[in-house]
């Protein structure tokens, strides 16, 4: 088992900056696979961005390529959002996610194959 905590988030104006953070605990935090994904309201869950376990693979969604930063601290059991030049669409409840994925094979984007899910944390941007 893996247990999953997101915080960071917040109310930011266009334009601004935000970090989430995932803080993980459980079961070997270094062999899984971390991903975020949000959800708006009236929507369906969708990916933002994936890291593997060593953090040297790393994909995004094109709507937030450029604009956001996945990263992880393996010491710490903990990923990383960092989330710049955020948009009012970019208002969601962002999950942070894993899947146990030790392996070269890239992330997986897809929400189906994470296993383990935070809470979530509410992220609303102003125009």
């Known amino acids: 088992q893996v247990q999953l905590v997101e915080s960071g988030g917040g109310l930011v104006q266009a334009g601004g900056s935000l970090r989430l953070s995932c803080a993980a605990s459980?079961?070997?935090?270094?062999?899984?696979?971390m991903g975020w994904f949000r959800q708006a309201p009236g929507k369906e869950r969708e990916f933002v961005a994936t890291i593997s376990w060593s953090g040297s693979v790393s994909f995004y969604a094109d709507s937030v390529k450029g604009r956001f930063t996945i990263s992880r601290d393996n010491a710490k059991n903990t990923v990383y959002l960092q989330m710049t030049s955020l948009k009012p669409e970019d208002t969601a409840v962002y999950y942070c996610?894993?899947?146990?994925?030790?392996?070269?094979?890239?992330?997986?984007?897809?929400?189906?194959?994470?296993?383990?899910w935070g809470q979530g944390t509410q992220v609303t941007v102003s125009s």
């Open positions: 459980g079961r070997a935090f270094s062999t899984h696979a």
């Open positions: 996610a894993a899947v146990n994925w030790p392996t070269s094979n890239p992330p997986p984007t897809y929400a189906s194959i994470y296993v383990y």
